[in-house]
């Protein structure tokens, strides 16, 4: 063709991958899976795609101004020549908890409560471009949503699924950070701040602490903008500076609270649950704590709240937060449906824990390449691979003739482990030769015990590090 | 909230799945990756949008007309003032085969050539909305792509993993067909139909033999639009009729074919050769044929074509089709990438599987459910839920304590197999008294041992069909 070739490249704000990190990404998504499968949640898939009307419930907010609209080649015509009233009929959902709402309120007589599901996809949101911002990216949530109520209960499994999710994906320690949103409301109301949005701004100022210091923080608080009391700002800055060390502790920081505020009391009682039965699922003591400042979202959480760092990576923020809310689906219908839910940023974790050094290139997820002496070899070669494909092993055959240290040479740059020789002398004796380009060990074995000795070697666990 | 409540729907032309129906939906997809895995290919994943320039080299076809279009509320905010300048800068994907184009023009001094990739998406296209039409429909492509050149061998490996997947998917008979452009285009040529437009044309004429009959077919091709001698109809027709009956009748049917055609005798040497090592790699014969009426997108496939059909359903279609592809990526890179890969439509096929009963809602994902008898019991059922998981077993916990025959009432709806009872007599004996659900089969159990039963249970084929 004669034409210049256009430039192949992706949009700003995407995350694309080689062959070998995205084998690295498919391995989390799958563990990720696999622990919230393991706790009893159901999959579920919504449509990239809502109606604007349905998901657009709430108008003017920074969400809908980050939103991306879905036009036809059709659609986008009518709308040229002035034929359009308004948006777009689509959008692409900037989140999953407004696709579950959806989704709980249109199913809701198909569905048991409580209901366990999880989600793992693609959101998108027109983020300004940034490095570490992204404007398509996975979460991964679960949820349990109730029909008029939801025991408190359920939000003691939440810190052992990421507990479990965490321990396998093995990145590091980390510490699931409990507070609870009643607790801090009746704190906040003892203190005279009120009003919700004026404790958002509080906690807001409060998150200041480590960067501006806490006398910049006493003075905005007892200035103009706030005015609260020197005695106050020394109260809220002793809570939010709350952290529990142990369970016993946890317990005891409960028990110092003042038992005359009721709404507070009702936060230590939750929390009291919570904590009890996050034990009894056997989630260590070391890996959980109370945290007072953290506050989520202030005008969707209602009861317990989560986030989880990573102990030696504090800067990467928190790596899996969520908690309970009241009403999951009051736009689309009159059913209550109180939850509790977490979400993972896998495409920002992983982008994150690269920068960090923490996850690396995976190997192949070819195990075993089979080299080609020469054509006529081949149908050998193919039976062979068929065998090792049989018993479950992931396969590739040189198809193409070439030198038997290119091949090698292939294997090892492509993360590789096994490269098997079936030469002329190996077809005679009916063995097959391996080398194990990890250890960088070689042997020879029967060709009926190949498949076998390969997956035991495979199944130990892996002592070496790689690059 | 005092305002109506917004009625909850998706938009037309999706497919969104109960729990149920999405985890037997899921099961296809991990088959299918399984597989492909196998076989050696490695995952990608792209983004959903493309820049619109990237993905729109080819303009005016039908495809542009079914694009959607993507725009952030700023773009689309520019574009009513009359700013923008023609079309959005972002659209949706409609299929796997131009993002593998981009990515391999993009990242070719990253990869390993043969590049080996399975990539499993949903894709995008603005269909008219129709029953069994999809809007957003995943497909699951692999393709080998070449550089400079790809040997016919690989198009042998497709057969093979087009099996593996069939075979594992137990959705029925199948049949895996198989034909050659070059084969055709030869045969087609010595006929009188030189032009590739009017072979289309003639191709699409044969095509209607099913509906309107062979005088029909053969009035139209000898008539003013085609204007073909009585005997070359004659022979077009016996020659799309050819299916091979075995692997012999395979070889035979190409030795009949005129020795003296040279572009056809190129595409006989390539079937042998495909015939030969689809052979070599297991395929029965019995699962694979010669199709001469099979040709798929003429001006993109060059040499061997594949289409898949279930034999008690022909009426499906082809639930697996692709073939050999001269250049994957002329319009990004100078560099000639020929390949050979093909698509499974999933959304479709499990679309059309359901309505012909060929695929049931699946039992649920959760293996065990942890019932309670009273709050008191609450710790024990949970340590009893972390044994199970520890163990690798789907497990949910009753939290809300009520009725036992409600909670068996409950698994039973749920499609969950395995009921775990822990009463106070169980909690001192230290025993577990376990329902099995699917044989209507109850036993107790010491508690230590209740992981390794249940999983003996669960390993064992499923003998029994549920509805």
């Known amino acids: ?56 419930t709430k108008s003017g907010g920074e969400t ?14 009518k709308a040229a020549q002035g034929e359009g009233d308004g948006l777009p009929e689509l959008a692409l959902r900037f989140d999953l908890t407004v696709p579950l709402a959806r989704y709980v309120a249109e199913h809701e007589h198909d569905l048991a409560f409580p209901f ?39 939000d003691a499994e939440i810190p052992a699924v990421i507990h479990a999710v965490f321990s396998e994906l093995a990145i590091g320690r980390f510490t699931i950070q409990l507070n609870n949103r009643k607790l801090m409301r009746g704190f906040f109301e003892a203190q005279g701040v009120v009003d919700p949005d ?24 007892t200035g103009d903008g706030f005015g609260l009391s020197p005695e106050s700002v020394a109260a809220i800055l002793a809570f939010v500076g709350i952290r529990s060390t142990s369970h016993a502790d946890a317990l005891a920081r409960l028990d110092a609270l003042d038992p005359s505020n009721g709404a507070l009391q009702e936060g230590v009682a939750e929390l009291r649950e919570v904590l009890e039965l996050v034990r009894a699922l056997g989630v260590p003591e070391s890996d959980y704590a109370l945290n007072f400042s953290i506050a989520r979202g202030l005008d969707y959480y209602t009861g317990t709240v989560y986030e989880t760092t990573l102990d030696d990576y504090p800067q990467i923020g928190s790596i899996c937060s969520g908690g309970r809310y009241e009403n999951l689906a009051s736009h689309y219908t009159k059913s209550k ?28 997820s070819v195990q075993v390449l089979v080299t080609q002496m020469d054509a006529e070899s081949l ?47 190996e077809i005679g004796k009916g063995t097959v030769t391996v080398k194990d380009l990890r250890r960088a060990d070689q042997f020879e074995v029967a060709r009926a015990e190949l498949a076998q000795a390969l997956r035991v070697e495979l199944a130990q666990p892996d002592m070496e590090a790689r690059a």
């Open 1 to 56: 063709m004669s034409h210049a070739p256009i430039k192949p490249r992706t949009p700003p704000g995407v995350m694309e991958l080689l062959p070998r990190d995205q084998i690295a990404f498919q391995r989390m998504l799958d563990t990720i899976r696999r622990n919230y499968e393991r706790f009893g949640f159901l999959p579920v898939e919504t449509p990239v795609m809502e109606l604007s009307e349905v998901l657009l």
């Open 64 to 77: 809908e101004r980050q939103v991306y609209f879905v036009q036809s080649t059709g659609a986008l015509g």
């Open 116 to 154: 366990r599901r999880y989600q793992m996809q693609r959101v998108y949101r027109g983020e300004r471009a940034q490095r570490g911002r992204f404007r398509e990216f996975y979460q991964c949530d679960i949820d349990v949503v109730g029909k008029d109520s939801l025991s408190t209960r359920f």
């Open 198 to 221: 004026l404790q958002a701004r509080v906690l807001r100022e409060v998150d200041k602490l480590d960067k501006r210091g806490a006398d910049y923080v006493r003075e905005t608080l």
């Open 337 to 364: 449906l109180p939850g509790v839910g977490i979400s993972i940023g896998l495409t920002r974790l992983f982008w994150q824990l690269r920068e960090a050094g923490l996850v690396k290139t995976a190997d192949s």
């Open 379 to 425: 149908p050998h070669c193919l039976s062979l691979a068929r065998e090792l494909r049989d018993a479950g092993l992931n396969t590739e055959v040189v198809m193409e003739p070439s030198k038997l240290a290119r091949q090698f040479k292939y294997a090892d740059k492509a993360g590789i482990r096994f490269v098997t020789v079936l030469g002329a002398d």
